[in-house]
T-cell receptor, first 115, second 112 residues
Framework: EAGVAQSPRYKIIEKRQSVAFWCNPISGHATLYWYQQILGQGPKLLIQ????????DSQLPKDRFSAERLKGVDSTLKIQPAKLEDSAVYLCASSSTGRRSYEQYFGPGTRLTVT | GQQLNQSPQSMFIQEGEDVSMNCTSSSIFNTWLWYKQEPGEGPVLLIA?????ELTSNGRLTAQFGITRKDSFLNISASIPSDVGIYFCAGRSGGSNYKLTFGKGTLLTVNP
């Protein structure tokens, strides 16, 4: 079974530029999550999708961050405009439904550096 | 919001030694998960715990769901160099929300 795929793996941009990240979850996983992980910290949830609907986006800075999962499969996370403090690893995770729905499986992440 | 306290923050041990780390919370959790993260990679799920008092093993790893439901423990026996990484605990408070709260991690270094 293929894992969660993310691209790009690395991105360097200047502040005020825009950037987009892509995620393809494990096949059949209905729930998809985007996390931000700042160096030295645990992952922090930005947004959670159930199929193509948003379940929780309470910690998403909506003035600059947006995310979509139009067909209920892959997803994109966008930052526009980027700030220096957005430098972090952006992780995508997915989980199935049913008994093991609380087990989240992570992709390799995208390391963003904002200069 | 909910916070998880992981300890110790870091550990430096000799190959072959056993390791213990724990995670505590001020509030009750219904699910505890333990992850390992290596440099440049995403967290990998090691063990999931669903019931207070539950003790679950995965090879040399053993994790326990505390009976108060406010803590969890991870033990690694006979450590090897490839155990190096950051170990995170994560908890889910309950209901239909799948949201996980993560600790800050324990950095494990194993000296061959």
């Amino acid at each position: 079974e293929a894992g969660v795929a993310q691209s790009p793996r690395y991105k360097i941009i200047e502040k005020r530029q825009s950037v987009a990240f892509w995620c393809n979850p494990i096949s059949g996983h209905a729930t998809l999550y985007w996390y931000q992980q700042i160096l030295g910290q645990g992952p922090k949830l930005l947004i959670q999708f159930q199929n193509n609907g948003v379940v929780d986006d309470s910690q998403l800075p909506k003035d600059r961050f947006s995310a979509e999962r139009l067909k209920g499969v892959d997803s994109t996370l966008k930052i526009q405009p980027a700030k220096l403090e957005d430098s972090a690893v952006y992780l995508c995770a997915s989980s199935s439904t049913g008994r093991r729905s609380y087990e989240q499986y992570f992709g390799p992440g995208t390391r963003l550096t904002v200069t | 919001g909910q916070q998880l306290n992981q300890s110790p923050q870091s550990m430096f041990i000799q190959e072959g030694e056993d390791v213990s780390m724990n995670c505590t919370s001020s509030s009750i959790f219904n699910t505890w998960l333990w992850y390992k993260q290596e440099p440049g990679e995403g967290p990998v799920l090691l063990i999931a715990l669903y019931k207070a008092g539950e003790l679950t093993s995965n090879g040399r790893l053993t994790a326990q769901f505390g009976i108060t439901r406010k803590d969890s423990f991870l033990n690694i026996s006979a450590s090897i160099p490839s155990d190096v990484g950051i170990y995170f605990c994560a908890g889910r408070s309950g209901g239909s929300n799948y949201k996980l709260t993560f600790g800050k991690g324990t950095l494990l270094t194993v000296n061959p």
